[in-house]
């Protein structure tokens, strides 16, 4: 199984719409992330959250809000989704700072690619 | 602000060598990682460099150089799987920032 999951894989949606987009993660981290991607610009953050009651805002968060329901889920949703919206978006994982763990790397999801019309 | 530039694609040989340069001006450095990413997949973790010198784990290496904000990942006995985009991304106070990556492809 999966350690994070995202869901749904695929998305077409129209303008205008709201849509969320789920992650869940069984490696018990604290740390949660939402990434977009494009073409050309790479993984820009849009939130992220350090622990149930912690939400902060990424580079690119206009537009966009987070829900954390629970230390193992981690919600990104399009209030009023709009073409410039259509990425591939990530969601990642990591261990607390500091930690026993050397690296704290972030672990990613395989993905969800929404298209906006 | 945050700086960080990588090449946008590079092609070697199978077999070879291939280095990736990675040079970056961030306003804090906690230490720097390499993911590498296929088409349509997901980042994995490759390498974590924080002190100056060479980690090496299997054909991949990794180089840090704090003072020069430079940083490469070294790829040896290239196989076609290694076709991929390599992601370069320092650690600030909190979060990770990436490069845009750099496209390797591995020709026969």
């Known amino acids: 199984d999966a350690d994070v999951t995202q869901t749904p894989r695929n998305r077409i949606t129209k303008t205008g719409k709201r849509i969320m987009l789920e992650c869940s993660q069984t490696?018990?981290?604290?740390?949660m992330y939402w990434y977009r991607q494009d073409p050309g610009l790479g993984l820009r953050l849009i939130y992220y959250?350090?622990?149930?009651?912690?939400?902060n805002k990424g580079e690119i968060s206009d537009g966009y809000s987070v829900s954390r329901q629970a230390q193992a889920k981690f919600s990104l949703s399009l209030e009023s989704a709009i073409p410039n919206q259509t990425a591939l978006y990530f969601c990642a994982t990591s261990d607390s700072f500091p930690g026993l763990r050397t690296y704290n790397e972030q672990f990613f999801g395989p993905g969800t690619r929404l298209t906006v019309l | 602000g945050q700086n960080i530039d990588q090449p946008t694609e590079m092609t070697a040989t199978e077999g070879a060598i291939v280095q990736i340069n990675c040079t970056y001006q961030t306003s804090g450095f906690n230490g720097l990682f390499w993911y590498q990413q296929h088409a349509g997949e997901a980042p994995t973790f490759l390498s974590y460099n924080v002190l100056d010198g060479l980690e090496e784990k299997g054909r991949f290496s990794s180089f840090l150089s704090r003072s020069k904000g430079y940083s490469y990942l070294l790829l040896k006995e290239l196989q076609m799987k290694d076709s991929a985009s390599y992601l370069c991304a320092v650690k600030g106070a909190n979060n990770l920032f990436f490069g845009t990556g750099t496209r390797l492809t591995v020709i026969p």
């Open positions: 959250s350090f622990d149930v009651k912690d939400i």
């Open positions: 490696k018990g981290h604290d740390r």
